[in-house]
């Protein structure tokens, strides 16, 4: 039987991939941590039946080496041979420097787990979004960092559950922190969004965005936006991008207006409920993916649209 190693700097998402885990063996966590305040219930709530704390002060704030080097010896004492991992910035680095301690295969930006001839196999994007590849790695002990929000966190606990301390023995830092700065706090979370008002080329100016603002704020939902308008014209945040390159979400309700479609973005929001598209393409691929679908001109469609929303 399997015998998987959960682990992510951040908690929610650790939490996914235990629910994976579970169904494909025996589940266990890491919890890296800079004192004694490590809470191993949380993931015990989550079907981990083991959780492995590893503590010591330099682990209070992220380092590759230090994190990557303390895995190592907890996969070793958990005796894991499948090591899943969060694919955040952090984890897709941990993973491959984990994987080079461990001496076995990693593959990063998963976006699901099959079984295949028997043998765990990983799906994720290839040829720029263009196709699923499946994987297969050669080793037996495998390191894989799974995308945030492939799978759902729901609770159910283990029958049996232990926390275990390990004394992890750590290497001296080759990177020293010499200043840290705050980075400026989020002020959008797209990806835990029930509604999401995603914005594209279709609009011809900056300013013309106050016309799906004024809709997202009768929706009571968040503005996102295609690569286009975020890392080309900077428009909106990077944090607000949707796709490959961007979050994945899946709200309840997704409005999509001037965005075309391409594989690229339409990646991020498959998981959504209902999506809506706004095109005046009537051949635009979004539509292809879309519940709902309005052929028209945004600046024609839009003022409608939060006007009759206004009244109801
Ligand atoms: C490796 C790689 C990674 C990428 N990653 C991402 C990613 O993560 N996220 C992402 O979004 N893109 C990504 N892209 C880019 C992606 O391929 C598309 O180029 C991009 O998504 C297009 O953005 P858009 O839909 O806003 O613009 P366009 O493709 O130009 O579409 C604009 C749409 O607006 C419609 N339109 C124009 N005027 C109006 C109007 N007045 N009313 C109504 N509709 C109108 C047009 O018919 C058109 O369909 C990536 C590309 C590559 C190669």
Redesign the pocket.
Known sequence: MANILVFSEQAPVAFELLCKARELGVASAAILSGGEGANANNYFAYGAQKVFVGADARLENYSADLYADALAQIVETSGANIVLIGSTKRGKELAGRLAQKLNCGAVTDAIGLVTQDEKLAVQRYAL??NTIATDVIATDRQVIAVMPKTFEAIKQPAATTVEIKVSVQLCEPRVKIVERKPKAAATAHIESAETLVV??????KQDDLALADALAQRLNGEIA???????DYHWLAEER??????KKCKPRLMIS?????????T??ILGSKIIVA????KS???FKIADYGIV??????LPKLVERIGKS
């Open positions: 720029g979004g914005v594209g080329k279709g609009f011809a936006c295609s690569r286009t308008l975020s890392a991008m949707i796709g490959i390159s961007g207006i001037g965005v075309s479609g391409q594989i690229q973005h990646v991020g706004i095109n005046k393409d635009a691929p979004i028209g001109d945004l600046y024609q469609v």
